[in-house]
């Protein structure tokens, strides 16, 4: 079978959604299925990852790339790609495109599956996987946005990880409420340096005690700032462009960080957050999953201080019944399962290869 993925990343867009998209790819191969992606040359991308990982990748033409993203070009220019050939699905993870561009490139892809977050527009596809959960909200979101063939999976279990988080000794972790050790990590660009915000609260004296590990991403713009203020703290330690969170997560107490993709990351590990809205999509999401109890929420990053975030801290290092119990509700939320899930679900769907001309939007 031949899969083919349309994403992007970028200092703006973040890496994300290609980080996911990895992951599905990786477990697609195991079942010998022939995987292309298709991405754009933005300022930031991860095209030189996706070759690393061993995908081909077309690129798309620059001229689309202005500050409105021409959904019309992207789609002809996809077309044109593969010509008269028709590829047996297409998968596409990206915030720009909707039930127009899939109905222009339904000619050469006998089946689409559509990755979202939002359910903030219309898409004609025959699956779609969203993984973020919004308590009962959670099912209803897309009653009115798909048409009536289309399968769709929704909320955390079907969470789309990558192979570390299946491993045995990663869910095993077992976590006393304790705060030792605290991970970072603010996105893979993180364009407006969260990280030296979060930094800068964790030099408080009443946390000398506690080690702390900063992961930067593959497009983070300071970290020379980052660096200077990691010689200046005590117990902290850099790292950047790792291939996997899994293994700092494992031997963390408590994460802070911000409210897409890692959510379920370390939700998966069973590890405690403080949680920074870095986007404005994210916030909705991480309100749900603080009011019932799973995160520790703090708000959007332009309303959050050092201030706040010293004070949650000090907060909850006398709170140690509360994060173990944030520790066992997350994985019982994220299994680290929903990747199998939904490769099955993607390779049934294209075996059956239904016709999907009718009912479109």
Request: aromatic residues 8%.
């Given at each position: 079978?031949?899969?083919?993925?349309?994403?992007?990343?970028?200092?703006?867009?973040?890496?994300?959604?290609?980080?996911?998209?990895l992951?599905?790819?990786?477990?697609?191969?195991?079942?010998?299925?022939?995987?292309?992606?298709?991405?754009?040359?933005?300022?930031?991308?991860?095209?030189?990852?996706?070759?690393?990982?061993?995908?081909?990748?077309f690129?798309?033409?620059?001229?689309?790339?202005?500050?409105?993203?021409y959904?019309?070009?992207?789609?002809?220019q996809c077309?044109?790609?593969?010509?008269?050939?028709?590829?047996?699905?297409?998968?596409?993870?990206?915030?720009?495109?909707?039930?127009?561009?899939?109905?222009?490139?339904?000619?050469?892809?006998?089946?689409?599956?559509?990755?979202?977050d939002?359910?903030?527009?219309?898409?004609?596809?025959?699956?779609?996987?969203?993984?973020?959960?919004?308590?009962?909200?959670?099912?209803?979101?897309?009653?009115?946005?798909?048409?009536?063939?289309?399968?769709?999976?929704?909320?955390?279990?079907?969470?789309?990880?990558?192979?570390?988080?299946?491993?045995?000794?990663?869910?095993?972790?077992?976590?006393?409420?304790?705060?030792?050790?605290?991970?970072?990590?603010?996105?893979?660009?993180?364009?407006?340096?969260?990280?030296?915000?979060?930094?800068?609260?964790?030099?408080?004296?009443?946390?000398?005690?506690?080690?702390?590990?900063?992961?930067?991403?593959?497009?983070?713009?300071?970290?020379?700032?980052?660096?200077?203020l990691?010689?200046?703290?005590?117990?902290t330690?850099?790292?950047?462009?790792?291939p996997?969170?899994?293994?700092?997560?494992?031997?963390?107490?408590?994460?802070?960080?911000?409210?897409?993709?890692?959510?379920?990351?370390?939700?998966?590990?069973?590890?405690?957050?403080?949680?920074?809205?870095?986007?404005?999509?994210?916030?909705?999401?991480?309100?749900?999953?603080?009011?019932?109890?799973?995160?520790?929420?703090?708000?959007?990053?332009?309303?959050?201080?050092?201030?706040?975030?010293?004070?949650?801290?000090?907060q909850?290092?006398?709170?140690?019944?509360?994060?173990?119990?944030?520790s066992?509700?997350?994985?019982?939320?994220?299994?680290?399962?929903?990747?199998?899930?939904i490769?099955?679900?993607?390779?049934?769907?294209?075996?059956?290869n239904?016709?999907?001309?009718?009912?479109?939007?």
């Amino acid at each position: 079978m031949n899969f083919a993925i349309r994403v992007d990343a970028s200092n703006s867009i973040g890496t994300g959604h290609v980080v996911r998209c990895l992951a599905l790819a990786i477990k697609l191969k195991a079942y010998k299925v022939n995987i292309v992606f298709i991405c754009k040359l933005l300022k930031g991308n991860l095209i030189k990852t996706i070759h690393e990982r061993g995908f081909p990748v077309f690129e798309l033409d620059e001229k689309t790339n202005g500050p409105d993203f021409y959904w019309e070009q992207d789609a002809l220019q996809c077309i044109n790609i593969f010509q008269n050939a028709k590829i047996d699905c297409l998968i596409v993870d990206h915030y720009s495109l909707d039930f127009r561009w899939e109905k222009l490139i339904k000619s050469i892809s006998r089946n689409i599956v559509v990755i979202d977050d939002l359910a903030d527009r219309k898409h004609t596809c025959d699956m779609l996987v969203d993984q973020n959960w919004f308590g009962e909200k959670t099912e209803t979101r897309y009653i009115s946005l798909l048409p009536a063939i289309c399968k769709y999976y929704l909320g955390p279990k079907y969470a789309l990880l990558g192979p570390d988080y299946e491993k045995p000794e990663i869910n095993q972790n077992i976590r006393d409420g304790a705060i030792k050790s605290i991970l970072v990590f603010l996105g893979g660009s993180d364009p407006d340096n969260q990280t030296s915000k979060v930094l800068n609260a964790l030099s408080h004296p009443s946390f000398s005690h506690i080690h702390v590990d900063v992961v930067l991403g593959i497009n983070h713009k300071f970290v020379a700032n980052i660096n200077s203020l990691a010689l200046i703290r005590k117990r902290t330690k850099i790292f950047q462009n790792i291939p996997s969170l899994a293994p700092l997560m494992n031997t963390a107490d408590l994460m802070i960080s911000g409210g897409g993709v890692i959510t379920w990351e370390k939700m998966c590990i069973g590890l405690p957050s403080i949680v920074i809205s870095i986007a404005n999509n994210q916030i909705e999401m991480n309100k749900s999953l603080m009011e019932a109890g799973y995160i520790n929420y703090i708000g959007h990053y332009l309303d959050v201080t050092e201030e706040n975030i010293i004070l949650k801290l000090q907060q909850l290092l006398s709170k140690k019944e509360l994060l173990k119990k944030q520790s066992k509700i997350g994985k019982r939320l994220v299994d680290g399962l929903g990747i199998n899930r939904i490769s099955r679900n993607i390779l049934d769907l294209v075996k059956n290869n239904v016709p999907t001309v009718d009912n479109r939007i």
